[in-house]
């Protein structure tokens, strides 16, 4: 058995010479063994990545090694050793049952400690809405701004992406990122990520969606925050996310219920945003997105102790984005969010003046529009409707 | 995207109508005739066994190829016994019906293969214009579909296990005979439900059925393919319980649960599985349809429902259904290494035991397909953990074959090679599960082709091996005649080298964020989708070989002895063919399944050689003829004459 450590040993240091190797020809030639590396979570997932392969090249170099030097020393007519063929060994079995359990933990704690810090969201991040629909991606910024199959980011700065779906299941995958997430209908799902390369990476749809699954998707522009400062203030200026869902609250008459004054007994919607509150059923909820956004697709669920659900169903009536929208409208009404921290404080005075370019503009803007209504998503794409879809190139000229 | 785009496929529809015409009805008739006995001498196959043994005295394998058999009269047996086409279909022996699962499943294993063939020509290029974009969804919807519910679940259980479960234990027959040929009508109705699907318009969900694309969104045969899968589930779980009862009650005396060959462990295992979990798969589907028909809102969030509730119920299925694939394909293996390396499996308790602990814990890992599907950080943790452990008794299997190997007297024959590139390519497979259970990996590559090399390496790379070696294998038990050795040989090393190079660049491309059921990608991917597109060229000319060559071999190829292999299995000690009930008495066991042993076999190697050289004038095949037909003669289906080579 010695030779056959040392066969093992050599083969482990001859793959690792040729895997470094490899990875140096690559850097020179081009040619790529893993995608670009543009987030700060990126080079971790790959060591991770290339330890296992290490490791599998090992076993997998290890098993062939044997059984090419088993078959060639005990092939059929060669003289060789087979007395007392072995055909237990109580040692060798647990040392091949335990190595492999020790390995796997191993693997496991660093695989489980990685996507811990995956999941974990840093303060200070910049919430961006992401709606899927079938075949395209629909962004908005706290900003007002809003992309479709395109996402420009600052370099450097946290992202938190908040995804959800108006029809079936897509998922935002950027290879470049090492990040990927399933869009859900009526779920609010979240992804996290820092850019570290300036640069254009493919955003994909990774969940198959229906017949052009393979259209949807585009470019992440990321950034330097200078740039990325113009681009914001010289994008189309919108509304921010909270102002559209002011919007909205007014719009669909959500005061005459949950306002101070209303006739109607609701609770109020002030400064809960964080809080945990009891429910009728004696269960207590943290108020978060998700408990708002169900609260409006699904009121009956998690009533709020003391009251009677009488409140019907919006489900049908706004789209994901606008859900989306009024979610942020009452995050901003209490407890803020860690990101409108620091838009309000310190370093975001750049932010504010662009808030207030864009205040501006935007109302330079509903001047005109009172000429002519602007289309709001809503009304291009009725959700009840799946066949009056209109196809992607059209929607590009959506607002 | 129009919603009545059904006739963008005729030409689809052509290689449908082409491939059930040609194969369904010309292939069965062709067959039956071919198996009827034929009456002229065997003409010699094409290779060296037949020169006189001056010529090359030396070569191992000229002496120990099976003999050329003077043509005799064939005694009765399961084939010969009637052949009207109402004597096939209407039978009741587990043989003729593994012979009728046989037909069925290769006839989809070329349906499936048309549309992957189809696949990898449209990917040769970045912005294919070969088919449309929902053409191509339709392709790997029903490439999925087909493969798995139609070929890959039943292919092993269903022929070889059909075939051999009852002989491997010494019973007649299985203990539901008519329940058997009940199953594979409800296995051919299923099939003709979803074969109509493809035929009428195709389907374009992916094998998956995820909701709510399922329910709400796609126009196509929805119904009609689940209809398939659902009345083919009720085949898998009629024949699940047949072979868990047939175990436990039908062993012939002496045989112990420890002395079953290691293939009769692994059918119970994959019984086991088809039992419990197929019953989940057709909830889900029942679910599926109400919900797409009557929108009940199970899967609806607008009512409440939760699509992730369908993955988990399709999952809790599908994942063991991965086992109900390669578990019988493992103990194929278990069975062909001891053979040709002349030497007791090593460990063989850990082996059985291990297969049984796979289709355990098989049940508890379904999580680790929705990492990024937005179930709790918690539940993705201990998916993943459970997932490393599941590892653990394939990495005990692949090591005791491994270990098998050393101090056995190795003949390289047909299937072994088979089964020596089913650990090989196994292992790759089984360990790129290693990368996906990790967690940060896994929502790197997941959904890309990473996903889709590794489960192929596991199930054409395994599975499929694993089948081609056991039909190899046990050839000349079912047809009493010999496959064209040389030519064997060289199938399935041009399907090792053809596999490789079709899957092994799918797992940089997947690396690299290739996404799977696209239908364009990126430029910079076409190198390596042509390089994976030649693989699966050199591949498709690697199973069109066994598959025409076994053909011709089963009214062509040689006559052989009962035991050609000199193996001990219980299934060797009696006629091949096998009379229709198996054994003229019942056989009695009084040792465990792999008596063998490299130091007689070795010794016997060496007088074989020195008889050959002292008597050179004796053609190898004459003097082979003789001493197997002795062989022959003394075999009586009782295990006292297990070791045949003995004689």
């Not at chain 1, 956004?293 to 009251?307: H, N």
């Not at chain 2, 070569?59 to 047996?77: F, I, R, Y």
């Not at chain 2, 063998?596 to 004796?618: G, H, W």
Request: hydrophobic fraction near 45%.
């Amino acid at each position: 058995m010695k030779s056959g450590w040392k066969a093992v040993v050599s083969l482990g240091t001859a793959s690792l010479a040729l895997f470094a190797a490899a990875q140096v020809r690559a850097q020179e030639s081009g040619f790529r063994w893993q995608p670009e590396q543009a987030s700060k979570i990126a080079p971790r997932v790959d060591l991770l990545f290339d330890f296992l392969l290490v490791v599998s090249g090992l076993i997998a170099g290890g098993i062939c090694l044997l059984i090419v030097i088993f078959v060639f020393k005990y092939r059929r007519g060669n003289p060789a050793d087979r007395s007392n063929p072995p055909t237990k060994n109580w040692k060798l079995e647990s040392a091949w049952i335990a190595i492999p359990i020790l390995l796997s933990l191993f693997t496991f704690v660093w695989s489980a400690r990685l996507f811990y810090d995956e999941y974990a969201e840093p303060a200070g991040s910049i919430n961006i809405n992401v709606v899927g629909q079938q075949w395209f991606w629909e962004m908005q910024h706290p900003e007002g701004p809003r992309e479709m199959d395109e996402l420009h980011i600052p370099v450097g700065k946290p992202i938190k992406l908040t995804l959800s779906s108006q029809d079936v299941i897509h998922d935002f995958y950027v290879p470049a990122f090492r990040v990927k997430q399933d869009a859900l209908p009526g779920r609010l799902t979240t992804i996290w990520f820092t850019a570290t390369q300036p640069g254009r990476y493919h955003l994909f749809c990774a969940q198959y969606c229906g017949t052009q699954h393979s259209n949807m998707g585009g470019w992440v522009y990321v950034m330097e925050p200078g740039d990325f400062e113009h681009w914001l203030t010289h994008t189309k200026p919108q509304p921010s996310l909270a102002e559209a869902g002011e919007k909205l609250f007014v719009q669909f008459s959500c005061a005459g219920c949950h306002g101070s004054h209303a006739a109607v007994r609701a609770p109020s919607l002030d400064g809960i945003y964080g809080k945990t509150v009891p429910l009728a059923d004696g269960s207590m909820v943290r108020v978060d997105d998700r408990y708002l956004y169900d609260s409006i697709v699904l009121p009956g669920a998690q009533v709020v102790a003391g009251y009677q659900n009488i409140m019907p169903t919006y489900k049908n009536s706004l789209t994901q984005a606008q859900l989306m929208e009024l979610v942020a409208y009452l995050r901003s009404l209490g407890g803020q969010t860690a990101h409108e921290k620091s838009l309000d404080t310190g370093d975001a005075t750049t932010r504010q003046s662009i808030r207030e370019q864009q205040q501006r503009a935007l109302e330079t803007q509903q001047e005109d529009q009172e000429m002519q209504p602007r289309q709001t998503p809503s009304d291009a794409m009725p959700s009840g409707d799946k066949n009056l879809r209109p196809l992607p190139q059209e929607r590009k000229s959506l607002p | 995207m129009s919603k009545d785009s059904k006739p963008e496929i005729p030409f689809l529809k052509w290689i449908g109508a082409c491939l059930a015409a040609v194969f369904g009805v010309q292939a069965l008739r062709r067959i039956l005739r071919a198996l009827s006995p034929s009456q002229e001498t065997t003409p010699l196959p094409a290779q060296g066994a037949a020169l006189p043994i001056s010529a090359r005295p030396e070569k191992a394998e000229d002496v120990l190829m099976p003999p050329l058999s003077t043509p005799v009269e064939e005694p009765e047996n399961y084939l010969n016994t009637s052949y009207s086409l109402k004597s096939w279909l209407l039978t009741t022996d587990h043989k003729r019906i593994a012979i009728l699962y046989a037909f069925m499943i290769t006839f989809f294993f070329f349906v499936g293969s048309a549309a992957a063939a189809l696949i990898r020509l449209q990917l040769t290029t970045p912005q294919g214009h070969l088919v449309q974009q929902q053409t191509y969804n339709k392709l790997f919807t029903m490439h999925g579909v087909i493969m798995v519910w139609f070929f890959l679940i039943p292919a092993l259980p269903n022929t070889l296990g059909n075939f051999l479960l009852p002989m491997m234990i010494g019973a007649r027959d299985l203990a539901f005979p008519k329940l058997n040929l009940f199953s594979w009508y409800l296995f051919v109705a299923g099939g003709l439900f979803t074969l109509f699907a493809i035929l009428t318009g195709g389907v374009d969900t992916g094998w998956t059925f995820y909701t709510p694309l399922s329910t709400h969104y796609v126009h196509t045969k929805v119904m009609l393919t689940a209809a398939g899968v659902f009345v083919s589930g009720f085949s898998s779980i009629l024949t699940g319980l047949n072979f868990i009862v047939t175990i436990h009650r039908l062993r012939c005396k002496g045989m112990t649960w420890f002395r079953l060959p290691v293939f009769v462990w692994t059918l119970y295992a994959t019984s086991l599985i088809l039992v419990l979990g197929t019953p989940v798969l057709t909830i889900t589907l029942i679910l599926m349809g109400l919900e797409r028909l009557f929108g009940i809102g199970v899967f609806d969030p607008a009512l409440g429902g939760d699509p992730l509730l369908f993955q988990h119920l399709f999952w809790f299925y599908s994942h063991p259904a991965v086992y109900i694939m390669i578990l019988p394909g493992m103990g194929v293996v278990s069975e062909i290494i001891p053979c040709f390396a002349r030497k007791k499996l090593f460990s063989y308790k850990m082996v059985a035991l291990a297969g049984m602990g796979i289709a355990i814990f098989g049940f508890l890992v379904w999580g680790h397909h929705m990492f990024v599907s937005g179930q709790s950080m918690y539940a993705d943790m201990t998916f993943s953990l459970l997932s490393y452990l599941v590892a653990i008794p394939s990495a005990i299997k692949v090591f005791n074959w491994t270990a098998t190997l050393y101090k056995g007297s190795i003949w390289l024959s047909a299937p072994m090679l088979y089964a020596l590139g089913f650990i090989g390519l196994f292992t790759i497979g089984g360990l790129s599960g290693l990368f996906l259970a990790s967690l940060p990996v896994d929502v790197a590559v997941h959904d890309t082709y990473f996903v889709i090399a590794h489960f192929h390496f596991i199930m054409v790379g395994g599975m499929v091996t694993a089948y081609l070696g056991g039909l190899h294998f046990w050839w000349p038990k079912i047809t009493g005649r010999m496959y064209p050795e040389k030519l064997a040989q060289l199938s399935a090393l041009l399907i090792f080298f053809g596999f490789t190079l079709t899957f092994l660049p799918q797992f940089l491309l997947g690396r690299l964020g290739m996404n799977r059921r696209y239908y364009h990608y990126a430029p910079e991917f076409q190198m390596l989708n042509v390089l994976s597109t030649a693989g699966a060229s050199i591949l498709a000319v690697g199973y069109l070989s066994p598959f025409s060559y076994l053909l011709w071999s089963a009214k062509y190829g040689r006559r052989v002895s009962n035991n050609p292999w000199g193996a001990t299995g219980l299934e060797w000690q009696t006629a091949s063919p096998p009379p229709t009930f198996n054994f003229s008495a019942t056989p009695l066991v009084t040792q465990g399944p792999y008596e063998y042993n490299p130091e007689d076999a070795e010794r016997e190697l060496k007088r074989d050689l020195a008889i050959l050289q002292s008597d050179a004038s004796v053609p190898n095949g004459a003097r082979f003829a003789e001493r197997h037909q002795e062989a022959q003669d003394t075999a009586a289906p009782t295990t006292e004459a297990q070791d045949e080579q003995k004689h």
